[in-house]
T-cell receptor
C-alpha cells in the first residue's frame, strides 16, 4: 500500500511565524505535490516537484516555498504565516506516467492566529 | 473562472438508493478525467480515470461516464451505503505531461442517511 504521511494533522501558529509542513511517501514516486483546500473551492496547486531539487510553481505559490532534498520527502514552508493561509494543506505523490494514481496524505489543518 | 464545474453542490440520499453527480468542464485540450472520493478529514482517494476515448469506467458500485464531445462526465453511485457519505471531486487534465495543470472541481458533498 502506498503511504503518504504528513507531519501534523492539526497545527496552530501565530501570524509572522515560519511554518514547516513535511510530507513523506514510501513508493519511490518522482512527482510530489502541495495543494491547499478551502471550502467551496477546488484543490489549488501551490508547488509540485518532479525530481529531487526540482520544483515548479503552481497556481498560488505566493507566500510559500518548498524543499525536496530527498526523493521521498517534500516540505512546504510558509516564510511568514498570515491569517489568509489558514487552510487544509494536502500533500500528494504519483509516478511518472499520466495514468498513474495520485495518492494523497491525510492533510494538515493549519490555523494562523 | 473554474474550468471544472460540479453539480449539485450537495445532496442527501437514502441508503440503498442510487444517485448521479455531474461534472462539466471547459478545459482544453483534454487528456483525461478522474473522479476522487474524499471522506471528511482525509485526503482524496482515486476512484476512476478515463481518457477521451473511453465513455464509461466502473469501480465497484461507482460508474463514471464521459462525453468528450459535450465535455460532460457523471458519476453514478448504485445502491448507496452509509460509507458513501463523502465529497466527490472531478479532476480534468489537459495533456498527458501536465501533472502540474490538473483542474479540480469544488466537489459534490453526498450524505447518505439510514
Amino acid at each position: 500500500d502506498v503511504k503518504v504521511t504528513q507531519s501534523s494533522r492539526y497545527l496552530v501558529k501565530r501570524t509572522g511565524e515560519k511554518v514547516f509542513l513535511e510530507c513523506v511517501q514510501d513508493m519511490d514516486h518522482e512527482n510530489m505535490f502541495w495543494y491547499r483546500q478551502d471550502p467551496g473551492l477546488g484543490l489549488r496547486l501551490i508547488y509540485f516537484s518532479y525530481d529531487v531539487k526540482m520544483k515548479e510553481k503552481g497556481d498560488i505559490p505566493e507566500g510559500y516555498s518548498v524543499s525536496r532534498e530527498k526523493k521521498e520527502r517534500f516540505s512546504l514552508i510558509l516564510e511568514s504565516a498570515s491569517t489568509n493561509q489558514t487552510s487544509m494543506y494536502l500533500c500528494a505523490s504519483t509516478g511518472t506516467t499520466w495514468a498513474d494514481t495520485q495518492y494523497f496524505g491525510p492533510g494538515t489543518r493549519l490555523t494562523v492566529l | 473562472k473554474n474550468q471544472v464545474e460540479q453539480s449539485p453542490q450537495s445532496l442527501i440520499i437514502l441508503e440503498g438508493k442510487n444517485c448521479t453527480l455531474q461534472c462539466n468542464y471547459t478545459v482544453s485540450p483534454f487528456s483525461n478525467l478522474r473522479w476522487y472520493k474524499q471522506d471528511t478529514g482525509r485526503g482524496p482517494v482515486s476512484l476512476t480515470i478515463m481518457t477521451f476515448s473511453e465513455n464509461t469506467k466502473s469501480n465497484g458500485r461507482y460508474t463514471a461516464t464521459l462525453d468528450a464531445d459535450t465535455k460532460q462526465s457523471s458519476l453514478h453511485i448504485t445502491a448507496s451505503q452509509l460509507s458513501d457519505s463523502a465529497s466527490y471531486i472531478c479532476v480534468v487534465s489537459p495533456t498527458t505531461d501536465s501533472w502540474g495543470k490538473l483542474q479540480f472541481g469544488a466537489g459534490t458533498q453526498v450524505v447518505v442517511t439510514p
